[in-house]
């Protein structure tokens, strides 16, 4: 049925590989932090070779999930800037997950829900960085105070997180047809009526000016 | 680690109870070593003796300008005299010196702190002890500690602090500090015992004008195992900064109490609460009709693209033909 010609591309192969790597250090940060984070979980850090590799190369697999985070979202924040429009979409949410979207402004490249999520992972993202290095004592010194301070915020940012995460995965299992824009990079012209109407029309827009 | 010499109590970074079965309850009190600031010369051979007890070397350092040498503690120096000087009101100048080192608290903040299980231990008797084959380096007994004892190593990244010479109270022998002292300043016995000796002490400073004196060990972290006579009790912090109402800091508290639970518990709940949904609710499917309508608008926006270029092409043509 499908057109292979008539594919839309969502994201570049330098995207998907760069989402990936995100992916893979926020995986193995959580479940290292998690590790630090719970007495039950410490078995979690053999995972990294035990409770001292843990503590060593948490840190700066934080700082590749850093990194690499900004370089994408440097790319992504145009196509996330919030609109009334996505205000009345998030209002519309209910409505989303049970399947009623009559009546459900159309989104653009990204929907409230989208937008929301990359607004607050920048928060995160900047969160975890700066309490993390205030955490690391072996490369830096800092006020014990302040130490106590980013070892709580660093927690909450994460657990935070990891609840985002847990959202944005979900979200990309649950909307079939997500998963290969980030494995393949195309999506269907259908699945981009369906999701992102806007976005949809403007490339078909653009796609016949040329 | 083995605890046949020495029942252990408290574990840090885990949930379920320590071995128990043989603990009889612990007489007057558990130890404790109680300092006696007034009778304290500053002649540091409790450094020494804890140096050569435990067989650790500092670097040689510099004199920076006090007394205290070395300037501060250290992974190889788990105990270190602090001298301060003060005017009392009279104008009288005294000579406050503190034995500086881990205060074994009976609530410790380092341990409640550790996510190592078993790095930190507290022992029956009440002794805190660093256990650093399973020390991951990571400093959180540091963000713990209500006093600023535990130091991490530079060379092999283990916390390291005073453990009131645990190998020595094993076996009956009192601490190498305790053992060395030459005035008497320093004593060592169960700590029911250590406060009626403190009472004594305190009742002496009390006769002499010091109607301050009195016994340090502070209720915030349930009392300490290391204890101080001291002539101004009512003013700890003369002592070099001692805090007068130490507690586990209460962020910490929060990052290690009901953070915990809480937060295992938000990420289980997001989980479920997506999983639930997926079996509730089908996922959202792109259907045959979106596709066609896609095409169709995808037609529809060709179409219109190609009138709009050819009233363009008209219009120029127009033009041509006026021009």
Same mark, same amino acid.
């Given at each position: 049925m499908i057109n292979e010609d008539k594919e839309i591309v969502r994201y570049t192969a330098n995207q998907r590989l760069n989402h990936w790597l995100i992916a893979l250090s926020f995986v193995l940060l959580a479940i290292s932090g998690l590790a630090l984070f719970h007495p039950a979980l410490f078995w979690l850090s053999n995972l990294l070779g035990g409770g001292t590799w843990t503590r060593i190369l948490h840190p700066f697999i934080g700082v590749v999930m850093f990194v690499s985070f900004f370089s994408f979202a440097l790319q992504l924040w145009r196509d996330n800037r919030m609109t009334a429009d996505d205000r009345a979409w998030l209002k519309a949410v209910p409505k989303v997950i049970s399947h009623q979207e009559e009546g459900v402004p159309e989104a653009g490249r990204y929907n409230g829900g989208q937008k929301v999520l990359f607004w607050v992972l920048i928060v995160l993202m900047l969160g975890l960085l700066v309490s993390g290095v205030l955490m690391w004592r072996t490369y830096f010194t800092f006020p014990v105070e302040l130490i106590r301070w980013a070892s709580m915020l660093h927690a909450l940012f994460a657990l935070v997180l990891v609840c985002a995460i847990i959202v944005h995965a979900y979200a990309g299992i649950w909307v079939?047809?997500?998963v290969r824009a980030m494995t393949r990079g195309t999506v269907t012209p259908g699945w981009a009526w369906k999701h992102h109407r806007k976005w949809y029309r403007k490339k078909m827009r653009d796609s016949s000016l040329k | 680690m083995a605890s046949q010499g020495m029942d252990i109590k408290r574990r840090s970074a885990t949930t379920t109870p320590s071995p128990s079965v043989r603990n009889s309850p612990v007489q007057g009190g558990g130890v404790a070593k109680l300092i006696d600031v007034s009778q304290c %010369? +500053? &002649?540091?051979a409790c450094q020494v003796a804890c140096m050569e007890w435990n067989d650790l070397r500092d670097e040689v350092g510099h004199n920076v300008g006090v007394y205290d040498n070395p300037a501060d503690m250290t992974e190889n120096s788990w105990t270190v005299m602090r001298f301060s000087e003060y005017e009392k009101d009279d104008g009288d100048l005294e000579w406050l010196i503190r034995k500086d080192g881990c205060m074994h608290c009976e609530e410790p903040g380092c341990l409640t702190a550790c996510p190592s299980p078993g790095a930190i231990v507290q022992h029956a008797n009440g002794i805190v002890d660093f256990n650093q084959d399973s020390c %991951? +380096? &990571?400093?959180y007994c540091v963000t713990g500690c209500p006093f600023d004892v535990p130091r991490i190593s530079k060379t092999d990244k283990k916390a390291y602090k005073c453990n009131l010479c645990v190998d020595r109270v094993e076996v009956g022998q009192e601490p190498a500090c305790v053992k060395i002292c030459p005035t008497g300043a320093i004593s060592f016995g169960s700590k029911d015992d250590m406060k009626h000796h403190a009472d004594e002490r305190i009742r002496d400073l009390k006769s002499r004008g010091?109607?301050?004196a009195g016994l340090y060990d502070p209720d915030g972290v349930g009392g300490t195992h290391v204890m101080y006579v001291l002539h101004h009790a009512d003013k700890p912090q003369l002592y070099s900064g001692l805090p007068k109402a130490p507690k586990i800091s209460a962020i910490v508290s929060l990052w290690k109490g009901p953070a915990k639970p809480i937060g295992v518990a938000a990420m289980v709940l997001t989980a479920l609460v997506g999983a639930a949904h997926y079996i509730r609710n089908r996922p959202s499917e792109v259907t045959k009709a979106d596709e066609l309508a896609a095409k169709h608008a995808a037609e529809l926006v060709a179409l219109q693209a190609a009138e709009l270029a050819a009233e363009k092409t008209a219009e120029e043509e127009r033009n041509d033909q006026r021009g």
């Amino acid at each position: 049925m499908i057109n292979e010609d008539k594919e839309i591309v969502r994201y570049t192969a330098n995207q998907r590989l760069n989402h990936w790597l995100i992916a893979l250090s926020f995986v193995l940060l959580a479940i290292s932090g998690l590790a630090l984070f719970h007495p039950a979980l410490f078995w979690l850090s053999n995972l990294l070779g035990g409770g001292t590799w843990t503590r060593i190369l948490h840190p700066f697999i934080g700082v590749v999930m850093f990194v690499s985070f900004f370089s994408f979202a440097l790319q992504l924040w145009r196509d996330n800037r919030m609109t009334a429009d996505d205000r009345a979409w998030l209002k519309a949410v209910p409505k989303v997950i049970s399947h009623q979207e009559e009546g459900v402004p159309e989104a653009g490249r990204y929907n409230g829900g989208q937008k929301v999520l990359f607004w607050v992972l920048i928060v995160l993202m900047l969160g975890l960085l700066v309490s993390g290095v205030l955490m690391w004592r072996t490369y830096f010194t800092f006020p014990v105070e302040l130490i106590r301070w980013a070892s709580m915020l660093h927690a909450l940012f994460a657990l935070v997180l990891v609840c985002a995460i847990i959202v944005h995965a979900y979200a990309g299992i649950w909307v079939k047809g997500s998963v290969r824009a980030m494995t393949r990079g195309t999506v269907t012209p259908g699945w981009a009526w369906k999701h992102h109407r806007k976005w949809y029309r403007k490339k078909m827009r653009d796609s016949s000016l040329k | 680690m083995a605890s046949q010499g020495m029942d252990i109590k408290r574990r840090s970074a885990t949930t379920t109870p320590s071995p128990s079965v043989r603990n009889s309850p612990v007489q007057g009190g558990g130890v404790a070593k109680l300092i006696d600031v007034s009778q304290c %010369i +500053g &002649c540091k051979a409790c450094q020494v003796a804890c140096m050569e007890w435990n067989d650790l070397r500092d670097e040689v350092g510099h004199n920076v300008g006090v007394y205290d040498n070395p300037a501060d503690m250290t992974e190889n120096s788990w105990t270190v005299m602090r001298f301060s000087e003060y005017e009392k009101d009279d104008g009288d100048l005294e000579w406050l010196i503190r034995k500086d080192g881990c205060m074994h608290c009976e609530e410790p903040g380092c341990l409640t702190a550790c996510p190592s299980p078993g790095a930190i231990v507290q022992h029956a008797n009440g002794i805190v002890d660093f256990n650093q084959d399973s020390c %991951i +380096g &990571c400093g959180y007994c540091v963000t713990g500690c209500p006093f600023d004892v535990p130091r991490i190593s530079k060379t092999d990244k283990k916390a390291y602090k005073c453990n009131l010479c645990v190998d020595r109270v094993e076996v009956g022998q009192e601490p190498a500090c305790v053992k060395i002292c030459p005035t008497g300043a320093i004593s060592f016995g169960s700590k029911d015992d250590m406060k009626h000796h403190a009472d004594e002490r305190i009742r002496d400073l009390k006769s002499r004008g010091y109607d301050n004196a009195g016994l340090y060990d502070p209720d915030g972290v349930g009392g300490t195992h290391v204890m101080y006579v001291l002539h101004h009790a009512d003013k700890p912090q003369l002592y070099s900064g001692l805090p007068k109402a130490p507690k586990i800091s209460a962020i910490v508290s929060l990052w290690k109490g009901p953070a915990k639970p809480i937060g295992v518990a938000a990420m289980v709940l997001t989980a479920l609460v997506g999983a639930a949904h997926y079996i509730r609710n089908r996922p959202s499917e792109v259907t045959k009709a979106d596709e066609l309508a896609a095409k169709h608008a995808a037609e529809l926006v060709a179409l219109q693209a190609a009138e709009l270029a050819a009233e363009k092409t008209a219009e120029e043509e127009r033009n041509d033909q006026r021009g």
